[in-house]
C-alpha cells in the first residue's frame, strides 16, 4: 500500500505513464511516471534484493555523474541516472551491512540532488555523497520504515523548489 508503485499511482498529483516487468536481472520491475502540474518525471526502479550491493553501487554512480539512462516516450527522449536533476534510493541501508566500491568521484561540476530513504542514512551515505558532490535534500538519522508517501512530499516540495 505504501510502495512506490500502488501509492503514486494513487495519488492525484501522479500519472502513470508506463511499466515494465524484468528491465535488465537485477531489476523486477520499471516504473514511469509523470508529475500533472510539471515537466517532471520519475523512473522506479524495483530492485531484487539479492542485488543490494550492485543497487547501492549503481546509485552512488549516478550521483558521481555515471549511469546514463536514456528512455522515449511520446517521441521524446528522457535521461535519467547521470543526467536527472535529482536522484533517490528507497529501501534497506545495505552500507549498515557491507562497504562499496565504485567510481564515485564526480566526473562533472553538476550538482545532483539526492533523497535517501533508508534507515541512519545520513551517517552510512555521508562519506559517499561528499565524494560524488552530490546535495543531500533528504536523508535519516534514525531507523524509519522507507515508504512512498515520504517520497512523494520529498518531491513534491523539490519541485515546488522549497527549502
Known amino acids: 500500500m505504501y510502495g512506490v508503485r500502488g501509492y503514486f499511482k494513487r495519488s ?3 500519472i502513470l505513464v508506463s511499466t515494465s516487468l524484468n528491465s535488465q536481472k537485477h531489476i ?3 516504473i514511469l511516471f509523470k508529475h500533472k502540474n ?3 518525471y520519475l523512473l522506479a526502479d524495483a530492485y531484487n534484493g539479492k542485488y543490494i550491493k550492485q543497487t547501492t553501487i549503481g546509485f552512488l554512480e549516478a550521483n558521481a555523474g555515471n549511469n546514463a539512462l536514456k528512455l522515449i516516450h511520446n517521441k521524446k527522449e528522457l535521461c535519467f541516472g547521470v543526467d536527472a536533476q535529482l536522484l533517490g534510493y528507497v ?3 545495505g552500507l549498515m ?3 562499496v566500491e565504485g567510481d564515485f568521484n564526480a566526473i ?3 550538482k545532483r540532488d539526492a533523497i535517501i530513504l533508508a534507515c541512519i542514512s545520513k551517517n552510512y551515505f555521508s562519506s559517499y555523497l561528499k565524494q ?3 546535495n543531500p535534500l533528504v536523508w535519516t538519522t ?3 520504515a522507507p515508504e512512498a508517501y515520504t517520497l512523494k512530499a520529498s518531491i513534491d516540495g523539490w519541485i515546488l523548489n522549497e527549502t
Open 38 to 40: 510539471s515537466h517532471t
Open 28 to 30: 523486477l520491475e520499471r
Open 142 to 144: 534514525g531507523l524509519m
Open 108 to 110: 562533472d561540476n553538476k
Open 91 to 93: 529501501g534497506h541501508d
Open 132 to 134: 560524488t558532490k552530490s
Open 97 to 99: 551491512e557491507f562497504e
Open 12 to 14: 492525484k498529483d501522479w
